[in-house]
């Protein structure tokens, strides 16, 4: 199995949109964080693992059904910002630390989670990893959202990021992963959710993106930003709904 490529190899860092992303991506609609719980996610009792987890967006949504929550993430910067945002919640343990470094007992978890980052893995290590750690009969689930490429204001974020940023390949990595099983007899199950926005949001859940802030330089950035928002000024009125896709996968370890 090889690792999935990512934008031609081009570095990004999600620590440097740590401050925008706690900001503007905390954007997932209860009706998902209810559909995981359904599924056997953050149960009351259960011991749950959500890797790449951010800004803890993940954990916080179904912090209140009392899991016991470990949630980590490479970036020492978004996991300031998940211990900064997660101060009311005594169930959520961070750690700044890689997927591909975790080293606990076999069978400890209920359920391991990855949100909008399978792809950054390398499954070499982490496959292993996860059927190692998770319990008999444990749940190991992924989620995706994206923004759907159907709508013009999409359309022309993404034209923006891509004529400044030739590398960014947009969800194409999302893509591959959504078609690769690296466990047996896969759960899938897709939702589509409309969002709502304003210039402003919209403009830095942008900004907080591998395509803009976590792989520009500061001149690009700026350069985004200004055009960006001209856009957005000209184009689009002050508040719009963006439909979005939310993909589910999920698989249950052998008992």
Not at 76 to 87: H, P, T
């Amino acid at each position: 199995m090889e690792k999935i490529s990512v934008d031609e190899g081009k570095a990004f860092d999600f620590g440097k949109t740590s401050k925008a992303y706690a900001k503007y991506r905390d954007i997932y609609p209860e009706e998902v964080f209810v559909k995981l719980h359904e599924i056997g996610i953050g149960t009351e009792g259960s011991r749950w693992l959500d890797l790449g987890t951010g800004t803890g967006v993940i954990p916080r949504g179904l912090a209140k059904y009392s899991a016991d929550i470990t949630a980590i993430d490479i970036s020492k910067e978004q996991i300031a910002e998940a211990i900064d945002l997660s101060r009311d919640y005594s169930n959520i343990k961070y750690e700044a630390l890689a997927s591909e470094d975790v080293s606990y007992p076999d069978h400890t978890f209920d359920a391991i989670t990855a949100c909008q980052c399978f792809w950054y893995f390398d499954p070499n290590i982490v496959v292993p990893m996860i059927s190692s750690l998770l319990k008999p009969g444990g749940i190991f689930l992924k989620l995706y959202m994206s923004y759907m490429k159907e709508e013009p204001i999409t359309q022309d974020s993404n034209g923006l990021v891509k004529k400044i940023n030739g590398n960014w390949t947009g969800a194409s990595s999302a893509i591959q992963d959504l078609k690769t099983h690296y466990f047996e007899d896969p759960h899938m199950e897709t939702m589509v959710v409309e969002l709502p926005f304003t210039r402003d949001t919209w403009h830095g859940r942008m900004m907080a993106s591998r395509g803009v802030m976590a792989s520009m330089n500061d001149e690009q950035i700026a350069l985004f930003d200004a055009e960006h928002r001209k856009m957005l000024q000209e184009k689009y009125p002050e508040s719009f709904t963006i439909r979005h896709k939310v993909f589910l996968t999920w698989y249950y370890m052998k008992e």
